[in-house]
């Protein structure tokens, strides 16, 4: 399992759009969101890029804590 660091998370909502986003990484899956901790993590099934996967969430309206 992979994980990554979110900032800006602040309700169910925003837990489900991050994860739609990952979901829709290709080669990404079995996505957790904690709202609590800020953290996202996920499996893949190929090797994926972090800036790839960090791209997503952005797009989705989040920040990466690096």
Known sequence: MKSI???G???GHCVMAVTKALNAV???RDVH???KSGMATYEEMKPVDTS???AAI???GYDVVE
Do not use: F, T
């Open 9 to 11: 998370m602040s309700c």
């Open 33 to 35: 969101v904690d709202l």
């Open 58 to 60: 952005k797009k989705a």
């Open 26 to 28: 290709d080669g990404v």
């Open 52 to 54: 790839v996967v960090a």
């Open 5 to 7: 660091k979110i900032k």
